[in-house]
């Protein structure tokens, strides 16, 4: 009986220790607070859209970063005002009281309001004018061409020092709504996306002390049609305070919980 026990207990440290290394996801803490955060908005990217795709620097961050592409959008909604406020305040469209694109404030204030209440400096750039509709005042604020951003301005105001840099970049929304997220067109403009604004932006936070990058999207496009889908998004992490691996499936909103982490 004894000899039966051994064996069992043997089988079962083997499984555990077998569980462990092909499961390497965690729970996505991070190691916070960071001195400046860097949240590059994709919108329009859903993780079934990113994966047809050649993205050398979002896969870079994989490799060596905080990842996840099961990340729930908001389950009433795949518009970007709900998910972008739900993404930014921990709250969805059931208590947000943001359900569309209307232009009106959230009922819970966004994470670049909080962190002016405390005397934090935010920067945003962003090429969707309505960003304005869901924060109150931030320390510099810049409207962007739609699907057009000015790189090297970009990257002065990440050098700028600002507590939490906010970047919202609307080409592969753009771009789905008149294509589809299916088209080469669509994906084309993802790997120019990556190119152009998640290569200068993480080569950025790679040779700069104390900076974390943070990529994450509001809703995707269906392949076969221009509307929005329901799809899971991405979430990567890179940089100070990320621990590298695999996250867990997560709904957008716990994404605030990590600016929270990180910024205060």
Known sequence: MFLIYLILTFFAVIAVVVFVVIDNTYGGKVNGPSKHVVFLGLDGLSSRNLHRAKTPNIDFIKNNGAWTSE???????????????????????????????????????????????VNKTVAVSTQWHDVKCFINKVTYY??????FTDIPRLINTVHAGYSFVFIHVDNLDFVGHRFSGGSNTYTKEVEKVDNDYVGPL??????????????????????????????????FMYGEGIQKGKIHPMKNVDIYNYLKQLLF
Do not use: F
């Open 142 to 147: 810049q409207d962007e061409k739609r699907a």
């Open 202 to 235: 993480l080569d950025y936070v790679t040779h700069t002390d104390g900076y974390t990058l943070i990529i994450a999207s509001d809703h995707g496009h269906k392949l076969t049609s221009k509307d929005h889908s329901n799809d899971p998004v991405s979430l």
């Open 71 to 117: 990340v729930s959008i908001d389950p009433y909604s795949n518009g970007s005002g709900p998910n972008w406020v739900g993404v930014l305040s921990g709250h969805d469209s059931t208590s947000s009281n943001i359900t569309d694109n209307s232009c009106k404030k959230p009922k819970y204030s966004t994470v670049m309001d909080q962190l002016m209440q």
